[in-house]
Nanobody, 125 residues
Framework: QVQLVESGGGLVQPGDSLRLSCAASGSSFSGYSVGWFRQAPGLEREFVAAFRWSGGNKWYADSVKGRADFTRDFAKNTLYLHLNNLNPEDTAIYYC??????????????????WGRGTAVTVSS
């Protein structure tokens, strides 16, 4: 069974960039889509972006469109989410998850069945 570990979060200033990592062990990402979600205190978990490992399809929430992109390391079985021009509204715990959603369900929490524990991102001056 695949296990996911996120890393790369931290305290950054507005305008900074971060690279969040989602590393898989126990299985590869092949055949899965990897979704990134975030949850701020008191709010529901929301979709950030998703990447289909086989095919490279990408989806982004409007809140990060133009500021986010993906890269991957096949040897490390790791997907990276790059977030640029961060602002305080990006403050949240970021989670990666795997699933096999169809395009119309890629932003749904329920489309993913394996989740990491998250990495915290705080954007503050």
């Amino acid at each position: 069974q695949v296990q996911l570990v996120e890393s790369g979060g931290g305290l950054v200033q507005p305008g900074d960039s971060l690279r969040l990592s989602c590393a898989a062990s126990g299985s590869s990402f092949s055949g899965y889509s990897v979704g990134w979600f975030r949850q701020a205190p008191g709010l529901e978990r929301e979709f950030v972006a998703a990447f289909r490992w086989s095919g490279g399809n990408k989806w982004y929430a409007d809140s990060v469109k133009g500021r986010a992109d993906f890269t991957r390391d096949f040897a490390k079985n790791t997907l990276y989410l790059h977030l640029n021009n961060l602002n305080p509204e990006d403050t949240a715990i970021y989670y990666c998850a795997t699933g096999r959603p169809i395009q119309s369900t890629v932003a749904r929490v329920g489309s993913y069945y394996t989740w990491g524990r998250g990495t915290a991102v705080t954007v503050s001056s």
